[in-house]
């Protein structure tokens, strides 16, 4: 009891108003904010990659592997904050044993499944199956036995063969965009069909969600390729960054309209959470919403982007800009997850007071489990890119 006391006094004195004593503490932290983090940057990179080879955007191809490597690393982590907030990983597979159809997170796991095995490992294994055969015909040791494997010890690399690889990648690509779409539009459809938090029920959730995934997932591509290409010795290809620095700026413009209409349609709703709504946003999440989420994550990246592809700068300034952009886009999106997730539990059911978020450093819900969550997709990219390198200087050698 004594330990309780203490763990609350803290945040007791930053409560303001009348809340319940159940809203003390808030019941989803930092791991709930990193989920839609995830799944965003998956949906993103892949919707990138399809601009190659659905939309036959050219100027791409140096990152579309990367892309599609990208993705894959961070869905095999993605589902690691859920399970790590709700404990008992292992029986996460009952979800499959006992489906329920009318529980949008259990039918979550179905669509998690059908995006890793039936489309995104898909493509990647008809994109590298050729490379593959190759590679291995020249490694050694267990690298050879791993990419025969991965290949499933297919050998055939005919003229034949491959144009089958090729159209298979690209009916995969095209089935992948909704399934992307739909992938993280079901974290924006949870948040948006909660009747009971007029903070996060917004019809507009899911498409919020959506491109504001497509935002981070370009920006992430971008700022991997940057500091990849380099460390390579190789030379940033200025077409790709050209067009990834105009994808991104579209697809933030849209986000930013899509966020500025559901604002407007709230304060023209008016309805009896708006005082409490208002209080919120110019007291607890002032910083994180106007700063950081709109001034730094937003509105400036915008800015220097235009500004850079509307003016004769060096090669070598755009490309620094770009990527101080893309920086600043991944800070804004992080605080956008943050001030929907945690921002949804600040306030009372009554909208008479709101409570405070306390992160810890340690434990599970802590600020070191979070960043190891976050540094485990980066190591699996590196591994992957070891195994089945993605750029275009290493194809077929």
């Not at 050219?58 to 907030?85: C, D, N, V, W």
């Not at 259990?106 to 190759?134: P, T």
């Not at 023209?268 to 409490?276: A, D, L, P, Q, T």
Request: aromatic share 14%; glycine share 6%; charged share 15%.
């Amino acid at each position: 009891m004594e330990e309780l006391i203490q763990h609350l006094t803290p945040i007791l004195k930053e409560i303001t108003g009348y809340i319940f004593p159940n809203e003390v503490e808030l019941h989803w932290g930092i791991l709930i904010v990193l989920y839609p983090c995830l799944t965003g940057l998956v949906a993103g990179a892949f919707i990138l990659a399809s601009l190659v080879k659905v939309f036959n955007v050219k100027e791409l191809q140096p990152t579309y592997r990367l892309a599609m490597l990208t993705s894959l690393a961070f869905l095999i982590i993605a589902p690691l904050p859920l399970l790590g907030h709700l404990g008992h990983p292992e029986k996460s597979f009952e979800i499959f044993l006992t489906p329920n159809s009318t529980s949008a997170m259990a039918m979550s796991g179905f669509v998690y499944a059908w995006y890793l095995m039936a489309v995104l490992c898909l493509e990647i294994w008809f994109e590298y199956r050729k490379d593959m055969i190759l590679w291995a015909q020249k490694a050694k040791g267990i690298k050879k036995w791993l990419l025969r494997l991965i290949s499933l010890y297919s050998n055939d690399i005919s003229d034949k063969a491959i144009k089958f690889d090729k159209k298979w990648v690209k009916i995969v690509t095209v089935i992948g965009i909704p399934s992307a779409f739909l992938l993280h539009g079901y974290v924006g459809f949870i948040f948006g069909s909660v009747k009971a938090n007029p903070w996060w029920s917004s019809v507009l959730m899911p498409i919020v969600f959506l491109f504001s995934a497509i935002v981070s997932g370009i920006a992430m591509v971008m700022i991997i390729y940057m500091i990849v290409t380099p460390i390579r010795g190789k030379s940033l290809d200025a077409a790709c960054l050209h067009k990834l620095a105009s994808y991104l700026f579209y697809a933030m413009i849209i986000d930013f309209s899509l966020e500025a209409l559901d604002f407007l349609h709230r304060v023209y709703e008016s309805e009896e959470s708006i005082k409490i709504l208002s209080y919120l946003i110019s007291n607890k999440l002032f910083i994180s919403i106007v700063v950081v989420q709109l001034i730094i994550g937003m509105i400036l990246p915008l800015v220097m982007i235009a500004f850079m592809k509307s003016s004769k700068f060096p090669y070598e300034l755009k490309n620094m800009i770009y990527f101080f952009s893309a920086i600043l886009v991944q800070v804004g999106i992080f605080s956008t997850r943050w001030n929907i997730v945690i921002g949804g539990q600040l306030f009372s059911k009554s909208f008479r007071g709101l409570t405070v978020y306390k992160l810890t450093f340690f434990g599970l819900e802590g600020l070191v489990a979070a960043l190891i969550v976050l540094a485990l997709p980066f190591i699996i990219l590196y591994i992957l890119t070891k195994i089945i390198p993605p750029w275009e200087d290493v194809k077929n050698v």
